[in-house]
């Protein structure tokens, strides 16, 4: 037995939860990845899977292997990686999680750039606003913006950005525009099913002080281009990024209501799996990134550094 493709084939089972997924992943067939994972487990005398028809799942045993097993398999990778030269690093698949947001022409055109400055690299992006298991689905960083309450994941804070109320002027034209945060109640809202939910927004004042104003939702849709987009229609009023609204303030497509006042601040992070070692090429992207955005003034004040 190959030790070394037997934790490869565990491994890999364990994390994608099944043998024909690990499979597909290796190139290798199904029936070789499942007789590795059994000639690893006759060698160790225990049972480390349980097999099931819908998912693999772990013995206690398996439990206590595959923590040390994934562990062994990530410190060679590191060591491969130590000894590779910068534009060999730079180069191979990177997978990245972002938000819906990243659809907007003004980040796609960021993941344009970078695919263009470094041509080597096999860019992998999948967009979702869920917060998806950086380390299961095999993701090298996940661009999220809110914030971030698991403690098990490596987070970094690229900045806040300003968030702020949106509407159309033929809106406005039509049940007037809001001169105080009293007069929101007359209106209609397109909001984030949570914050509908929550039956008010909390609106921070000029002086800094937060206030909860209760309002009447009247669609709510869980992506902030397609609240935006309703705004645009002029179905009522929204919150949103400032930064990627001011296109439409451009254009006249939507007005800012109550500019003295904000939504808070939308706190945008880098999160990466719980690794020791973090590749350059994903190093260079949140660096990238962080740089573009602050280019791009997108970002309240200037982001906080933290260690990675």
Same mark, same amino acid.
């Given at each position: 037995? +190959? ?11 364990? /994390? ?18 499942? /007789?590795?994972? =059994?000639?690893?487990? +006759? ?11 819908? =998912?693999?799942?772990?013995? +206690? ?6 923590? %040390?097993?994934? +562990? !062994? ?10 000894? *590779?030269?910068?534009?060999? /690093? ?9 938000? @819906? ?7 796609? &055109? ?7 400055? @470094?041509? $080597? !690299?096999?860019?992998?992006? *999948? ?34 950005? /300003?968030?702020?109320? !949106? ?21 209609? #809202?397109?909001? %984030? ?6 039956? @008010? ?28 987009? $309703? ?17 439409? #303030? ?25 690794? =020791?070692? !973090? ?8 660096? &990238?990134?962080?740089? %573009?955005? $602050?280019? *791009? ?12």
């Amino acid at each position: 037995m +190959d030790k070394l493709s037997a934790l490869t084939s565990f491994v890999h089972a364990v /994390q994608l939860g099944s043998f024909s997924a690990a499979a597909s992943r290796l190139g290798v067939s199904q029936p070789a990845v499942s /007789q590795q994972v =059994r000639s690893l487990e +006759d060698k160790l005398g225990t049972r480390l899977i349980n097999r099931t028809t819908r =998912r693999l799942s772990l013995t +206690d045993a398996g439990e206590r292997y595959f923590a %040390y097993a994934s +562990d !062994i398999l990530e410190k060679l990778s590191e060591a491969d990686r130590s000894v *590779q030269s910068a534009e060999a /690093q730079m180069s191979g698949r990177l997978t990245v999680s972002l938000p @819906y947001a990243f659809t907007e022409p003004v980040l796609a &055109d960021f993941l344009t750039q970078f695919k263009a400055t @470094y041509p $080597a !690299i096999f860019f992998d992006v *999948q967009l979702s606003d869920a917060m998806v298991d950086v380390q299961k689905d095999q993701i090298d960083v996940a661009i999220r913006m809110g914030h971030i309450l698991d403690d098990r994941l490596i987070v970094k804070k690229l900045g806040d950005m /300003q968030r702020c109320l !949106i509407a159309s002027p033929a809106y406005l034209d039509k049940t007037g525009r809001p001169q105080t945060i009293e007069d929101l109640k007359n209106h209609d #809202f397109l909001l %984030y099913p949570h914050i509908a939910d929550a039956g @008010y927004i909390e609106l921070i004042s000029p002086f800094g002080k937060p206030t909860k104003v209760p309002v009447s939702p009247t669609m709510v849709i869980n992506n902030s281009a397609a609240l935006r987009r $309703a705004a645009v229609a002029g179905l009522g009023i929204s919150t949103a990024v400032t930064w990627l609204s001011e296109p439409h #303030f451009n254009t006249g497509e939507l007005e800012l209501i109550l500019a003295d006042w904000s939504f808070g601040v939308h706190p945008v992070h880098a999160v990466y799996p719980s690794y =020791r070692f !973090i590749p350059m090429k994903v190093r260079q992207f949140v660096s &990238d990134l962080q740089a %573009y955005m $602050a280019d *791009q003034v997108a970002f309240v004040q200037t982001a906080a550094v933290a260690a990675e």
